[in-house]
């Protein structure tokens, strides 16, 4: 079974806080993703990853980074946290052309 | 970039009847369709996917169809149960790229 781990369920932090959120795969995907999700506006791509130091941006990438310093593990960077970046964040990830995995979710709040 | 839309935003069965929910693409070098159910609280999971080179795939009570001219495709859920009550959302891409997801369906099964 493939397994997409987030390290944090779930976050509050405070306006201009920087916010690391943390996701591992232990099927050796080339592919990572990161996906925000919002009521009635769908999963939006923020970032995503075809390899160990690679990154590229997706549709919202604006106030956000990202890391991938080892193939399993895919981070994604909050520099300084705004009211409007609460929201679900989740990972995926995906061999290729294939099916796209997804974590559990990562539910942050910024106050 | 893809853009994918997808009708209808709520959709409400009576148990036992079908289900059809709608999505267009607008780029023609998409290739891969999946569909992914989101239930309450839970990461999405992939029920039921199609490439371009297909017209029809059907496993168990969920189809989906593709119309590569008229760019759209479509997921159909026959002998609706309870447990099929969930958020739907369709999906696009033409490589390895992250999936372009359309808003979701939110559907509901009246007993």
């Known amino acids: 079974d493939v397994k997409v781990t987030q390290s944090s369920r779930y976050l509050v932090k405070r306006t201009g806080e920087k916010v690391f959120l943390e996701c591992v795969q232990d099927m050796d995907h080339e592919n990572m993703f990161w996906y925000r999700q919002d009521p009635g506006l769908g999963l939006r791509l923020i970032y995503f990853?075809?390899?160990?130091?690679?990154?590229e941006k997706g549709d919202i990438p604006e106030g956000y980074s990202v890391s991938r310093e080892k193939k399993e593990r895919f981070s994604l960077i909050l520099e300084s946290a705004s009211t409007n970046q609460t929201s679900m964040y989740l990972c995926?990830?995906?061999?290729?052309?294939?099916?796209?995995?997804f974590g559990e979710g990562s539910r942050l709040t910024v106050l | 970039g893809e853009n994918v839309e997808q009708h209808p935003s709520t959709l409400s069965v009576q148990e036992g009847d079908s289900a059809v929910i709608k999505c267009t693409y607008s780029d023609s070098a998409s290739n891969y369709f999946p569909w992914y159910k989101q239930e309450l609280g839970k990461r999405p999971q992939l029920i039921i996917d199609?490439?371009?080179?297909?017209g029809e795939k059907k496993d168990q009570r969920i189809a989906v169809t593709l119309n590569k001219t008229a760019k759209h495709f479509s997921l159909h859920i026959t002998e609706t149960q309870p447990e099929d009550s969930a958020v739907y959302f369709c999906?696009?891409?033409?490589?390895?790229?992250?999936?372009?997801f359309g808003k979701g369906t939110h559907l509901i099964i009246q007993p």
């Open positions: 995926a990830s995906r061999p290729g052309y294939g099916e796209l995995f």
């Open positions: 990853s075809y390899d160990v130091k690679m990154k």
């Open positions: 199609i490439r371009s080179n297909v």
């Open positions: 999906a696009a891409t033409s490589g390895a790229d992250g999936l372009t």
